[in-house]
């Protein structure tokens, strides 16, 4: 099974993709890859999701591609069918835990509330997904739950702005997700890709300068 704080250890951000329709799914992962974003998740309840996975699989082999909103044992098995190298959900499952494991697949839970987040990081998983985060204090509400909880590696998403990243990771966060203020309109047909690119670039930026000065300070 990967070590998904192995792999992210320089840039800690994934990017999650949801819309009416994976089309654009490939093309948009080709310009995060590029703007130096190491994982991207392509969420379940997009259709053409899993046939995406595969697709981005084959031509990005540098690129982590993952599933997001997994809810059912036959998503975990599609999905790991098609390629994904992780996979996430909005809830905690047991069962979903334990089929991804089997399978040599990490599968990172959602949970909102502190005893959410602690059974849900019981089960043995490597991380813990925090959302919707924004709607509940964003940083801040991160930089809490951290204090009494400093062991559970967190995973926030939902409302993450693009230059925020460093800011949840300074606020002790193990890898931020950021989807809607990244995307925008760039997974619609005729999306603006160069905008794209730029905002990408910003979130990286985002990410070094908080990593480099994580390092200064040890």
Excluded: C
């Excluded at 939902?158 to 997974?187: H, K, M, N």
Aim: no cysteine.
């Amino acid at each position: 099974m990967i070590q998904l704080s192995d792999e992210l250890s320089d840039r800690p951000v994934v990017a999650v993709l949801r819309a009416a329709g994976a089309d654009r799914f490939l093309e948009v992962s080709a310009v995060l890859a590029d703007a130096g974003f190491g994982a991207v998740e392509f969420t379940l309840t997009t259709p053409g999701a899993v046939a995406a996975i595969a697709a981005a699989r084959a031509a990005l082999p540098d690129l982590l591609v993952g599933a997001g909103t997994v809810r059912t044992l036959e998503q975990v098995h599609l999905a790991i069918d098609a390629g994904a190298s992780f996979l996430v959900s909005q809830v905690t499952s047991e069962v979903l835990v334990a089929a991804a494991a089997a399978r040599g697949v990490p599968f990172i839970p959602g949970a909102l509330t502190p005893n959410e987040i602690v059974a849900a990081w019981e089960l043995g998983v490597q991380a813990v997904k925090v959302s919707p985060v924004g709607p509940v204090g964003g940083v801040d509400y991160i930089s809490e739950l951290v204090g009494p909880l400093p062991d559970i590696a967190l995973m926030p998403t939902g409302l993450v702005r693009i230059d925020e990243a460093g800011d949840y990771l300074s606020a002790g966060a193990a890898v931020v997700g950021i989807s809607r203020d990244l995307t925008r309109d760039a997974l619609l047909p005729g999306g603006d890709l160069q905008d794209l690119a730029e905002r990408a670039a910003r979130v990286i930026r985002s990410v070094d300068v908080q990593r480099q000065l994580s390092r200064s300070e040890q």
